[in-house]
């Protein structure tokens, strides 16, 4: 594993990229599937969006985000676009059961 500073070379930046990468992935699946677990306590299709819930989790990420030196505006732009993926799949997996 090297820092950014240590990567000699673009290779080395997009191979500690796809380390990253597969370490995110498996999070992302673990993530939706308590998503999906989320369905089975909303009784009305209205309550799967859940805004303010969507808030309090921007909220979080973002103050995270300040602490680990990542940027909030790209945390936050990050976790909208996957919140709103993850309700289409809430919402379908809603109306299945």
């Not at 306590?41 to 209205?46: E, G, N, P, V």
Request: glycine share 4%; proline share 5%; with cysteine.
């Amino acid at each position: 594993m090297n820092t950014p500073d240590q990567c000699n070379s673009l290779a080395q930046v997009r191979a500690e990229i796809d380390r990253i990468d597969a370490q995110i992935v498996p999070l992302l699946a673990e993530r939706g599937g308590y998503v999906l677990a989320a369905a089975r306590f909303k009784s009305r299709a209205d309550e799967v969006p859940a805004p303010q819930r969507v808030e309090q989790v921007i909220a979080q990420v973002r103050a995270l985000a300040e602490v680990q030196g990542a940027l909030p505006e790209v945390v936050e732009r990050t976790y909208r676009a996957m919140i709103a993926a993850f309700i289409e799949a809430e919402m379908r997996h809603w109306k299945q059961r």
